[in-house]
């Protein structure tokens, strides 16, 4: 059966029946927020393999050989996102799987640390990691670097008198975009990332934010009939 993760809700610390109800509540929300998946596809949780063991996400399922629905799947992942910003999941946890928690921290403390323990709190950690947000220093890349960078190479692609330098409001509409693409949240009024974004994802994400901020800075820009006529419209405008 063919099947593609979207991603994990919740502490996912620990390997308990909270953890697979956290992700019950996200498939729920999920359809509340963007409706039932296709026909013939199935949102569940879902058990992906790595080396180190087996750990759960929610996922769809669908039988036969079919393409999944990319902008569903887009959809699910955005509100998945917006879940884990809003809810404070080790506030809600109930208490008898935090004590059974300490319970099994005290008794890890004795044991090898090559144990099967150890092994599958290391596959909790990574499945915690696969939607997880982190501060600018924490990406594998400079992520300003990414997007000065961006912004030069967009230049480039520029038809010659089309181009002018960005200024100011631009940054508003890369933020905007980086939000709406799932790229970028605000922990508290710090920018955190995705950190399972590739530094191509954002390069592709500051491209079109600046499309965007062109566009609307064409449309607000009133010209003189001189520059009408000399100026070079893109794409046959």
Request: hydrophobic share 35%.
């Amino acid at each position: 059966m063919p099947q593609e993760s979207i991603g994990v809700c919740g502490g996912q610390s620990e390997q308990t029946g909270w953890n697979i109800a956290e992700l019950e509540i996200g498939i729920y929300y999920i359809k509340r927020a963007c409706g039932e998946p296709p026909p013939d596809f199935e949102l569940e949780v879902v058990w992906n393999e790595h080396e180190l063991g087996a750990y759960p996400t929610i996922g769809l399922s669908w039988e036969g050989l079919r393409a999944p629905p990319r902008d569903y799947l887009r959809r699910a992942e955005h509100a998945l996102e917006r879940l884990n910003a809003a809810v404070e999941w080790s506030a809600i946890e109930p208490q008898e799987d935090i004590a059974d928690e300490d319970d099994e921290h005290d008794e890890s403390e004795t044991d090898d640390p090559d144990s099967e323990f150890a092994e599958s709190r290391n596959v909790e950690v990574l499945s915690s990691r696969l939607s997880r947000f982190v501060a600018p220093d924490q990406l594998p890349f400079d992520v300003s670097h990414i997007i000065k960078q961006a912004v030069l190479d967009w230049e480039v692609t520029q038809p010659l008198g089309f181009t002018r330098p960005p200024n100011e409001s631009s940054g508003d509409y890369i933020v905007a975009e980086m939000e709406s693409a799932g790229l970028r949240r605000l922990n508290g009024e710090t920018a955190w990332f995705r950190l399972n974004a590739a530094a191509d994802e954002y390069r592709t994400c500051i491209f079109a934010a600046l499309d965007h901020w062109l566009a609307a800075a064409e449309i607000s820009t009133k010209r003189t009939p001189k520059e009408m006529d000399e100026y070079e419209r893109p794409l046959g405008e």
